[in-house]
DNA sequence: AAACTTTAGCAACAGCGTTGCGTAATAGGG
DNA sequence: CCCTATTACGCAACGCTGTTGCTAAAGTTT
């Protein structure tokens, strides 16, 4: 377990990352905006403004005039003062993406992996895929790093891949220490769902509350949002949640039990009802909104932007249905803005959100063993 | 939603928890031991035990000989300087205990509560048990407040009881205001299962990681400790853990869905096999760590400690079985050490916890609506 | 008695947000 | 044209935090 004590330095960066998070999230920005929002003295938001244009991450953007009095400098962020690039490692092909400091994509690739790549393969591609990146434009001293989302199991306090799920050349790889050396660039390491549900965090701002992120992509993945942060679990393992079981009774998994919601799931897929297929997951949506209680829900994944409309309907539905015991019980179900882009973007994500997100604080690792 | 701003008497207020946590866990502590465990200077250090001490929190217990050197100086916690009453409140009956700065409970108590009870019922229920509580000892100024372990569905951020099961008379009842008025003392209320597992996060310290408290008592409920703080969800509803689906084709539950973990739990229970219902119940265990991916798992609830080693043995069997694909996957599960008076402890640390525990920071809320 | 080791704490310091108050810039009224 | 009200901004002093540098205290060992 390792504890982070807060000295002054926090209070700098933890002001800061909520400047910023207001920059993010409304277009243009003024003093008194960040002040109603944060609830800091306005000569503090003066201060923390000084500091960011400074470095300039922001910047004047004119004046407003009140009617009366004088007029009111405007802000706004500057998104390509820093850029992060993304990495989504699934098991036949490699996203890459160039996202700025607002969270926008600007350019996004896809190259094959050969079936049962080696970390030698995946890091040639990430090698070529950046140097192809940053020749689109001179991202010099304004790349803060590469942000890796990939399929677990691993550990994401070492940057280690345990076991990658279907990939024989695998197992216990200290993968961000070996593409930080060969790459020569800060590497994050993280699930991909979890990167995908930073994505949509990183958004919407500070009034994003407690979400998941329903990944549909050969198998069923869950990324977690609660309290302000990525929920992760004890080990990194959070999110296996196409492995819970929904039928007793139902067809054995690859994992052993019986029911499983992604085997069920595929069973519908396969037999051609995707209508069915979808109602299975909104079932399983469901148990996670009874069990966590979520403000949003988040559709992505290939398989199941496939079928956008069926899936959206079906858990739309089942949500509402649910919710109509309660009329405060509000969720919000939605398909990912960001679509394909969303685990590698989110992955970039939480490299720009190392720098200029809420700092961690009483932060606890249990190193399983 | 509103946010909390960082300023100096944040910090000051968080490592001084952090070394209340210290002294919790620890029997005794010395400064050496506080500068290890948080990261603070020993100089900080100093500071922070000289303003606890002054406020009678800790007190010099002796020394300790390095064998060579200085003696070091050995603190403890006073457990007797603050108190903190808890409620826990079911369908039939008041329980009420006294809790000290440490989580030990020193009184418990329970009174019946007449069927349907109204909310004056309940303050006077309260109100009697309080006085006898404040009876057994002196304890002016020494009560830090009062906390309510309740049914939900309620409010927490607002202090809200929006509509407990099983109950006519609790619909929008304002409890916090309420109490606060009739009893002359801070009320803190929130979900049964929520206060379970702050009553076992409080007591085990900083090193307790992501956890659940599996309550099984008229229903099955879930309260989740996660990345350090209390899991409530969006609107004060996580924790409807007995609610999610396990089985497609099972019997219809009163919530509407069919085959829900308590109906068939409930089922199986009501034929006599308490060992099929306590495996019917750890495959809802282990779909929560599928999801959720814990380090603990507490069990606790009338119906469970009735039958305590099966349900022990079912569920640490089925988490194993699990964990069995990987080493890493270490998940402990135990049963409630504080037994019957789980929630009302933990309701009374959830007041205590207010006063000297980790200040809550970027706390976002969404009122639904 | 002298040297060494370990612990404790005083004093000065840098950096944070806050407070008090003066200044700049605009519109409207006399 | 000038004055006033209004709105926004920022300098300077302040209180408080943890940090740093250094000294003192209290032991054991030689």
Redesign the pocket.
């Known amino acids: 377990m390792t504890r982070v004590?807060?000295?002054?330095?926090f209070?700098?960066g933890y002001?800061q990352a909520l400047v910023m998070a207001v920059g993010r999230t409304a277009r243009t920005f003024?003093?008194?905006t960040v002040v109603e929002a944060t609830g800091?003295?306005?000569?503090?938001v003066?201060?923390?403004i000084a500091r960011l244009s400074a470095d300039g991450l922001i910047r004047p953007a004119g004046v407003r005039?009140?009617?009366?009095?004088?007029?009111?400098?405007v802000y706004e962020l500057v998104p390509d003062s820093r850029f992060a690039i993304g990495a989504h490692v699934a098991r036949r092909t490699l996203r890459l993406v160039l996202v700025d400091l607002a969270g926008t994509v600007h350019h996004s690739a896809v190259s094959p992996l050969p079936r049962d790549f080696t970390p030698e393969h995946l890091l040639d591609a990430l090698s070529a895929g950046l140097d192809t990146m940053a020749g689109t434009g001179d991202l010099r001293g304004r790349l803060t790093g590469l942000g890796i989302g990939m399929i677990g199991p691993l550990d994401h306090a070492n940057g280690l891949v345990r076991d990658a799920h279907g990939l024989r050349h695998w197992h216990d790889v200290p993968l961000r220490e070996i593409a930080e050396k060969h790459l020569g660039l800060p590497v994050h390491l993280d699930k991909d769902v979890t990167a995908g549900i930073t994505a949509e965090a990183w958004r919407h701002g500070a009034t994003f509350g407690d979400a998941a992120l329903i990944m549909v992509e050969s198998g069923i993945g869950g990324g977690f949002w609660l309290g302000g942060a990525a929920h992760r679990g004890a080990h990194t393992n959070a999110g296996e949640f196409g492995h819970t079981v929904v039928d007793l009774t139902g067809p054995r998994c690859v994992c052993g039990r019986h029911g499983c919601l992604e085997i069920v799931h595929q069973h519908a897929a396969e037999a051609g009802d995707i209508a069915h297929a979808a109602r299975v997951l909104a079932v399983g949506v469901v148990n996670l909104l009874q069990t966590l209680d979520l403000a949003h829900v988040v559709l992505a994944g290939a398989d199941l932007l496939g079928h956008p409309q069926t899936y959206l309907a079906a858990v739309t539905e089942a949500v509402q249905a649910d919710a109509r015991r309660a009329h405060w019980l509000t969720t919000k179900v939605v398909l990912s803005s960001l679509g394909a882009d969303v685990i590698a973007a989110g992955a970039a994500m939480q490299v720009l959100d190392q720098h200029y997100g809420i700092p961690e604080l009483g932060h606890s690792v249990i190193v399983g063993g």
């Open positions: 004590t807060a000295d002054v330095s209070l700098r002001n003024e003093r008194a800091l003295t306005p000569q503090a003066s201060k923390v005039r009140p009617g009366i009095g004088k007029p009111a400098v």
